[in-house]
């Protein structure tokens, strides 16, 4: 086991991101998510380390958009992490978990996915990283690590992971045969772009995107059950919503209700099974909790399928929901008090 | 075991750095912790707190509505955080800088001079770890040897020298404490 350390998740993100040797780094400072940047310049990472970091709270991801899609379109590996806020605009520094449609959904144009990772936890903030660039390369895809100002400010224990040595250059002409690494004499051209107008190419393109999209719905979905057993209604909350619905699920079960949580942990892909699975095992209704005037629901809503109740309540504007008003919603909304 | 403790005063007065040598010692006891700081608009307007939960069990919400203890430093902080006391719980206060009173009948209540007793100490940096110790005096939720481990990793090196300062001041608030009802 590594070192254990009290940190900040915003600390545990930037330390995690040199450990597994980030070479690049692009930040727009904001609060709640100053300290990544802060972090990073203090410890001059480019003395203890070819992977790049993207980090920014809501208003700098929304200028990030356009790279994301050129990102995807290219098929070029990239981390970037989301400590939201509130919005729209420039909204306020409060947590929030408004900025699921962007991240889940596109942002940028074309028919694209970016997975992405929710943590819960400061030791998740720094364990998503390794997890990150691990997808980024398997599948040259970008990777959003989906937190928000609660997870990015608060101090828990966290194991960090090992400092991993920069891959040499033969080690990525290697592993990586798509790397630009400089055209030597006899050797094909290799072109990194999105841009192709050729359009049969462009639709094989495309089709090979979707492709690639498909195994990654198929193999790297992630969740967590919290009392789902012999639950009868069942929270959906990710991140800082997750660890206050856990509460409400405690709350709940004290109160002699059989009440669960899923947690998706990928929000992209989502885990569309694990709700159809809970309701082949007769869940009745879902309570879809975010810091949001309603996005995940949507996804609630399309696992469901009309086959079991699924409303939204949440917070927004930066008030954080308390775990007794989320168990509240579930009894009035759902269970029907 | 789980304390759920809220922490409130004026910026300045170390609230947060107690807050964090109370999780450090939490880890040093093998428990679990959450340090969750307010980082918003009330910082920018002079007032701090931070909820720090201590468990044997995985920390849920590290967002609360409702403490078991309340350790209170400025007048602001008690009229916003008497009310959010459990049944049962318990309120710390320093008296300096308290026009009101906290009045509920419900919890157990107790004071301690923390400003005076570092001027008596002739340091006021150490107003934090007075408090400290009061607190662990009530709630003696960890061993004064993890409190000094907790220091150790929290402090940067070059303020080690300064770890038994801090632990004669846990003391004096450990000695210092009174019941108010």
């Known amino acids: 086991m590594g070192e254990l350390k009290l940190m900040k998740g915003n600390e545990a993100l930037a330390e995690a991101a040199i450990r597994c040797g980030a070479d690049a780094y ?50 070029v590996p990239c981390v970037f992490a989301d400590v939201v806020r509130g919005g729209p605009g420039l909204g306020t520094i409060q947590p929030s978990q408004a900025d699921y449609f962007q991240n889940t959904k596109g942002g940028g144009n074309g028919d694209y996915r970016n997975i992405v990772l929710a943590p819960a936890s400061v030791q998740e903030m720094a364990d998503f990283v390794p997890l990150g660039f691990e997808l980024a390369f398997k599948y040259r895809m970008a990777v959003c690590i ?4 609660a997870i990015g400010q608060m101090m828990e224990k966290v194991v960090l992971p090992e400092q991993k040595a920069r891959l040499t250059e033969e080690e990525i002409k290697a592993k990586y045969p798509w790397a630009l690494t400089g055209r030597k004499r006899g050797t094909q051209h290799r072109v990194i772009t999105s841009l192709d107008l ?66 998706p942990i990928t929000l992209w892909p989502y885990p569309t099974q694990a709700i159809r699975n809970l309701i082949d095992k007769g869940v009745k209704g879902f309570l879809s ?31 954080i929901h308390t775990p007794e008003e989320v168990l509240e919603a579930m009894k009035k909304q759902i269970i029907g008090e | 075991m789980t304390e759920e ?28 912790v959450s340090w969750m700081p307010s980082y918003g608009p009330e910082m920018r307007g002079g007032t701090a707190n931070v909820t720090v939960i201590v468990s044997d069990e995985r920390v849920c919400s590290p967002i609360l509505n409702a403490f078991d203890t309340a350790v209170i430093l400025n007048q602001q902080s008690l009229d916003k955080f008497e009310d959010k006391v459990k049944p049962g719980g318990y309120l710390i206060y320093d ?39 009061a607190f662990l005096k009530v709630r003696p939720i960890i061993d004064n040897k993890n409190v000094e481990e907790g220091l150790r990793h929290s402090l940067p090196e070059r303020a080690h020298k300064l770890i038994p300062l801090n632990m004669q001041a846990v003391q004096v608030g450990m000695d210092n404490i009174k019941a108010e009802n």
Not at chain 2, 5 to 16: R, W
Not at chain 2, 105 to 129: C, P, R, T, W
């Open chain 1, 26 to 75: 692009f930040g727009y400072p904001i609060t709640p998510q100053s300290e990544v940047i802060e972090y990073l310049s203090e410890q001059n990472p480019y003395e203890r380390t070819g992977m790049v970091v993207l980090q920014s709270s809501s208003p700098g991801v929304c200028l990030k958009q356009e790279g994301l899609a050129y990102i995807a379109g290219a098929e």
């Open chain 2, 95 to 133: 008296p300096n800088g308290i026009t009101h009173k906290p009045t509920r009948k419900d919890i157990h209540i107790y004071s301690i001079e923390g400003a005076q007793l570092a001027s008596d100490m002739g340091n006021s940096k150490v107003f934090n770890m007075i408090i400290l110790g």
């Open chain 2, 5 to 32: 403790i809220i922490i409130a005063g004026f910026g300045g007065q170390g609230v947060l750095s107690m807050g964090k040598i109370l999780a450090y010692s939490g880890i040093m006891q093998d428990k679990e």
């Open chain 1, 198 to 263: 050729d359009s049969a190419r462009m639709e094989e393109h495309n089709r090979h995107l979707q492709r690639k999209y498909d195994e990654v719905t198929k193999n790297e979905v992630r969740y967590e059950m919290i009392d789902c057993d012999d639950a009868e209604y069942v929270f959906v909350a990710y991140g800082s919503s997750a660890r206050i619905a856990q509460k409400s699920v405690q709350l709940g079960r004290a109160a002699g209700l059989k009440v669960g949580l899923l947690r």
């Open chain 1, 289 to 319: 909790v975010e810091l949001s005037c309603g996005q995940m629901i949507e996804d609630v809503l399309l696992a469901c399928n009309g086959r079991a109740k699924a409303e939204h309540f949440g917070r927004v504007g930066g008030i």
């Open chain 1, 146 to 149: 989906l937190s928000d100002g």
